[in-house]
């Protein structure tokens, strides 16, 4: 009778316990905004934008030596890396053919000087003959046209023999400038013609403390560039390290491939250790614009858009369904300068409009809006689990 009478206390118990259960799993099952979203912190601070190319490290002058006359090389005197002096030589070539035609013009020389003298002494004896009647003018005249077309052909004989003689100095190749090899294309027994395109012999960098790197930096971003304006860069020989220089020229023939137009940006560097050597690729980073002690807002932010399951906008503080400011037809001219992010208030997401102003590729300067330094924004969603429950809180139940 006892045990009869417990049974219906039993069961309003059990009752009660599962009930309490089930909103207890209830409670544990559904998350907070701050749960399922990342939040961050807008702060203030420093920010620059930069715009970046990759570009190639180049000697200052470079000076490519080649041949006025052709032949076979028959000394070298000069290889890589080597350091020469301007007029040093640096190689030979077989110069007895020139030689050959050297001695043969100065002989012709000889040949014509002797003509010369002749010309003069039979025009000597002619001005005498003339003063005594006893030759007409006639004969004088055609003498002393004879001493002058005489002299005029030992002019042209000395000249032909002075280019000779400097083409068999050709054959001697001499450095133009000091500074070091960074090439030599030929080598020892190798023969190079002189044609209507002077080979290339060899490329004497004159001065590898002071570089230039010729970069490609694209239209969209040449009008931000100006001479002077402090660079940045980086090489894959030196990583972790970091390098300067300074916008020295922007040329204005633009290079256009598969309809993208660049524009050539030199720009000078010292180079004083001479640890950066000529075709190295180096990728440039150059400020183009600075601010100091801004509100901040991380890019995230302004990438983060809310959905929910269904790929739907899920009810905003705005009201259900409402358009954030800044994506409405009527707003796309302000697109480029305003953004939207949201922030969490009164247990919905709130989208706040912001006006920008430069950016890092990171982080983007607020110059108008309600944000204010504290203020925290969705930066995204967090991970969850094949429950639907964020990784960080979730729980097992037994």
Known sequence: ???SARKPLLLVAAAALAAGAFWWYRQSGS?????????QTI??????????????????VLVNVGTQVSGTVTRLYVDFNDQVEKGQALLELDDRLLAAQARQSAANVLNVAAAVDLARANEARLQALFKEEYVSRQELEQAIQARRSSEAQLAQAKAAADKDEVNLRYTTIRSPVSGVVVDRVVDLGQTVAASLQ???????????????????F?????????EGQKVRFTVDAF????????VQQIRLNPTTQQNVVTYNVRVSLSNPDHILLPGMTAYVSIGVASRQDVLLVPNAALRFKPADGNGARP???????????????ARKREAAA?????????????????QLGITDNRNTEVVGGELKAGDSVVVGENVATPSGKPSSVGMRLF
């Open 239 to 246: 990583p972790n390290r970091s390098f300067h220089g300074e």
């Open 43 to 60: 702060e203030r601070g420093d920010i620059t934008q930069t715009v970046s190319a990759n570009g190639t490290l180049n000697p200052i």
């Open 198 to 216: 002077t080979p290339t012999l060899i490329k004497i960098a004159q001065d590898l403390s002071e570089m230039r790197i010729d970069s490609s």
């Open 1 to 3: 009778m006892k045990i």
């Open 338 to 354: 305003s953004g939207t992010v949201y922030r969490i208030e009164q247990g919905a997401l709130k989208p706040v409009s912001v």
């Open 218 to 226: 694209a239209e969209a971003d040449i009008g931000k560039i100006r």
């Open 315 to 329: 009810p905003t503080a705005a009201g259900s369904g409402q358009r954030p400011p800044g994506e409405g037809p």
């Open 31 to 39: 998350e907070s905004l701050e749960q399922r979203y990342k939040l």
